[in-house]
């Protein structure tokens, strides 16, 4: 017994390892991409429920839509690129930026894919709230208050959550907001409190409402199932507007315009056009 | 959650199969050598992977007291566990103890179908969608509610389901011929099951709660889809934040793993124990 379960071990080893080698051999030796127009017949990867996911489903196509695979974190799709599982990342440029700057042999292709604008999502028909956070949101506009909360927010990460005035206490009630906190620069979960664009945006528009702002983290495909379900007020979570969306929710004014949608590369898979 | 029975105690009371010395040398060479296999794979062995692993570690769980968040989410994961089993303990005793008494003779239809209707579901449909349905549906509008609360209802709910076949498990597993004694000294269904079947029915089934317990314990790692920051999403949480993939999740899969290991050597000790009569 003992003899033949040794025996049986290292054949398991090695039939393991075996595997492992072949399996990193095999992702080797393709050629460089060089454009976008590549990625059409390419395994791809994205966040799920993210306008990358659509704009990924856009560019297989329905005959290879088979080579997308959906992510609920970008940290998990960013690995996938780097350990060969796809040869592309498709998403909002802000994060995939911060990615380039923090992870080794990362390269931005040069083309985006579109250009999105971000807004606050309501539940269908929650026009009373809609209105006053589009009040709110316009005087934030027109004094500077958020373009200052953006320009903060450019490549420096060092604000601390409890310098964020969620307003507590106020009088007004409580502003439920969902949000997925992994989409720096928009939201972030740092120790037990959030930082981001979005967080202080949001923090902004209660205090307006004199409400109090509570913030729930939670996965990106489950804010559109919260926010119609009366779980949360409003989603703000970097959401672009699109027609499908508007369909099964109520969107604010735009809050940030010109967000480009980036797919992100490897490095050393990727030959940048001259002259780029 | 099923796991194989233990009401079948070789002959000392300590289960078989992987405790078996011959395999338990097998097995664990089979992983020692396979871990070193994955490792050298990945560079381990290289001269600058451990000054980046250290750099790496400090960055995820030393800078700005990471860690905390770790055990915040810890704190999370176990008070989801310890109420949820609770629940599951109560809510499985009544329902094991329905189903018995209807199978007895009593005249409780209504209540058996209704036990019978709640293990049918809870059992037959995935936790996670249960979860999702209790927040998102049953409490949507209850905004007052803390999420903490409506997942460790949800736990409890389910694990109560499994509970109750445990010890209905158990309680069967109790020769018959008990009550049949019981019975012919006098005593009344309700004297025999208290005093005579229970008892040995519970000495069947504490090691099969534990292990229900330690089940529960690691499928709370899906309370994350409904926004609670437990263990699991502590550390995703982490990975956003120093956008570093492996490390993290190692870190959590070490602290299930040692409160696992814990709980095990709890369970088996206490198997022991419950079993020290037994002659051998």
């Known amino acids: 017994m003992r003899k033949s379960g040794r025996a049986f071990g290292g054949f398991a080893v090695f039939t393991l390892w075996a595997v492992l080698v072949l399996l990193a051999g095999a992702s080797q030796g393709a050629e460089k991409l060089t454009g976008i127009d590549q990625l059409k017949d390419q395994k791809l990867a994205a966040q799920r429920g993210t306008i990358g996911h659509f704009l990924a489903e856009d560019l297989l196509g329905e005959d290879s839509k088979a080579l997308l695979t959906t992510y609920e974190k970008y940290v998990d799709a960013i690995a996938a690129l780097r350990q060969g599982k796809v040869r592309a990342v498709i998403m909002d440029e802000a994060p995939a930026q911060r990615f380039l700057r923090s992870v080794e042999n990362l390269a931005l292709m040069h083309e985006s894919l579109s250009e999105e604008s971000y807004a606050i999502g309501f539940r269908k028909g929650n026009t009373e709230l809609r209105e006053r956070v589009d009040e709110a949101l316009a005087a934030m506009k027109a004094d500077g208050t958020l373009a200052a909360i953006i320009d903060k927010y450019n490549g420096d990460f060092s604000v601390k959550p409890e310098d964020i005035d969620l307003n507590k206490g106020a009088r007004g009630g409580k502003l439920i907001m969902g949000t997925e906190a992994g989409f720096a620069p928009y939201e972030l979960k740092v120790g037990s409190g959030y930082i981001g664009i979005d967080i202080e945006m949001a923090a902004g528009i209660a205090k307006r409402l004199d409400k109090e702002l509570v913030i729930e983290n939670m996965n990106f495909d489950a804010l559109p199932m919260a926010v119609s379900s009366g779980k949360v007020d409003m989603i703000c979570a970097g959401i672009t507007v699109t027609e499908d969306r508007k369909k099964n929710m109520d969107f604010s004014a735009n809050y940030v315009e010109g967000a480009r949608q980036v797919a992100v590369v490897r490095a050393d898979d990727y030959e940048a056009p001259a002259g780029k | ?280």
Not at chain 2, 35 to 55: K, N, Q, T, Y
Not at chain 2, 67 to 87: E, H, V
Not at chain 2, 137 to 162: C, E, K, M, P, Q
Request: charged share 15%; net charge positive.
């Open chain 2, 1 to 280: 959650m099923t796991s194989p029975s233990p009401l079948d105690f070789g002959d000392r009371g300590v289960s078989r199969g992987w405790s078996r010395p011959g395999r338990g040398d097998a097995s664990l060479l089979v992983c020692g050598v396979l871990l070193v296999a994955i490792l050298i794979h990945s560079g381990f062995f290289s001269p600058g992977a451990w000054r980046d692993f250290g750099e790496k570690f400090h960055q995820n769980f030393i800078l700005d007291g990471r860690y905390r968040m770790l055990l915040d989410g810890l704190k999370a994961t176990l008070s989801m566990t310890l109420f949820a089993t609770l629940i599951g303990l109560v809510l499985g005793l009544v329902i094991s103890v329905i189903r018995v008494a209807y199978r007895g003779g009593a005249r409780i239809g209504l209540l058996n179908a209704l036990a019978n209707l709640y293990i049918t579901v809870l059992r037959g449909t995935p936790v996670m969608v249960q979860l999702l349905i209790w927040n998102f549906s049953i409490f949507a509008t209850a905004r007052d509610v803390n999420t903490l609360h409506i997942a460790i209802l949800a736990f409890g709910l389910n694990s109560g389901a499994y509970v109750a076949e445990i010890f209905r498990g158990g309680i069967e597993a109790v020769d018959p011929g008990q009550m049949e004694a019981g019975r012919s000294l006098g005593l009344s269904y309700r004297v025999t099951m208290l005093r005579i079947v229970l008892p040995q029915a519970f000495r069947n089934v504490v090691p099969m709660l534990f292990n229900e317990f330690i089940t529960l314990l690691k499928e709370t790692s899906v309370a994350g889809y409904i926004g609670i920051d437990d263990l699991t999403r502590a550390g995703q949480n982490i990975q956003a934040l120093t956008l570093e993939h492996s490390q993290p999740l190692v870190m959590v899969a070490l602290i299930y793993l040692a409160m696992v290991l814990v709980l095990t050597e709890l369970v088996r000790r206490l198997e022991k124990w419950l079993h020290r009569s037994r002659r051998s």
